[in-house]
């Protein structure tokens, strides 16, 4: 099951890797509104993976069940030391449960570039912050699977 939980861990990141090529330009804008260009940027790449990807954009969302079954999987089965187990089950769970809750919303929202300029730069860096939470999460799981393979 390591191998299982290792390779749908290695996807999210590679999934998170692109999305934060984008949404490091809101790095760059510490204060106040976005501009214009930053957020057209930003939200155009939202808007073909989340709503114009269909039904592509539902691997991610099949990359992150399989991973959370097989890391239940590796625990009912013993297949790793329970620190591992339950190191992973924290570090998919947290990730995956924020960006199901909000940061999958906001995404969408923001690729639909309605609201204020105001309003799309808070999307923009609420999306930034999740997925610099999430690339940790599941950069913990991989490491944590491959140490203990």
């Known amino acids: 099951m390591q191998s299982v939980v290792a390779a749908g861990a290695g996807f ?5 890797w692109f999305d934060l090529m984008f949404d490091v ?9 976005l501009p214009e260009t930053v ?5 155009g790449y939202y808007r073909r993976v989340t709503t114009e990807a269909r039904p592509m954009n539902r691997l991610v969302a099949a990359a992150m069940l399989t991973t959370v079954v097989a890391i239940l999987v590796q625990l009912i089965r013993d297949d790793a030391p329970r620190w591992v187990s339950a190191v992973s089950a924290v570090t998919a769970l947290v990730p995956i449960g924020l960006a199901g809750g909000r940061t999958v919303p906001n995404a969408v929202r923001l690729g639909a570039q309605r609201g204020s300029s105001a309003a799309q730069s808070s999307l923009a860096r609420s999306v930034c912050r999740d997925h610099l939470i999430c ?6 799981l991989l ?4 140490v203990a393979a």
């Open 135 to 140: 690339v940790t999460g599941i950069a913990t």
């Open 12 to 16: 999210l990141l590679a999934v998170l």
């Open 143 to 146: 490491l944590v699977q491959l």
């Open 25 to 33: 330009q809101v790095l760059r804008h510490p204060d106040g509104e």
């Open 39 to 43: 957020l057209a940027s930003i939200a």
